[in-house]
């Protein structure tokens, strides 16, 4: 299982997507997954924490990139 956060931007002249998943943004996708995932019934469940980084320039093709297991669970 995968938590997935997609940052999408116009540019990355300042900072890339992935550069703006925060520390306080991880700490609130952590608590989400964990909510989520106490309400499941296999606790040994693997799951891992991704982000989708977005470059949607106001002309040309948008460019996607994956990072998977981007970040842990602390």
Do not use: C, W
Request: net charge positive; proline share 5%; aromatic share 10%.
């Amino acid at each position: 299982m995968a938590f997935v956060e997609v940052k999408t931007r116009r540019s990355d002249a300042f900072a890339s997507p992935e550069e703006n998943v925060t520390h306080a943004k991880r700490r609130h996708i952590l608590a989400a997954a964990r909510r989520y995932l106490s309400r499941q019934q296999d606790p040994k469940l693997y799951y891992r924490f991704d982000i989708a980084s977005v470059l949607m320039p106001e002309r040309g093709k948008p460019r996607v990139t994956m990072y998977q297991d981007a970040f842990r669970d602390e």
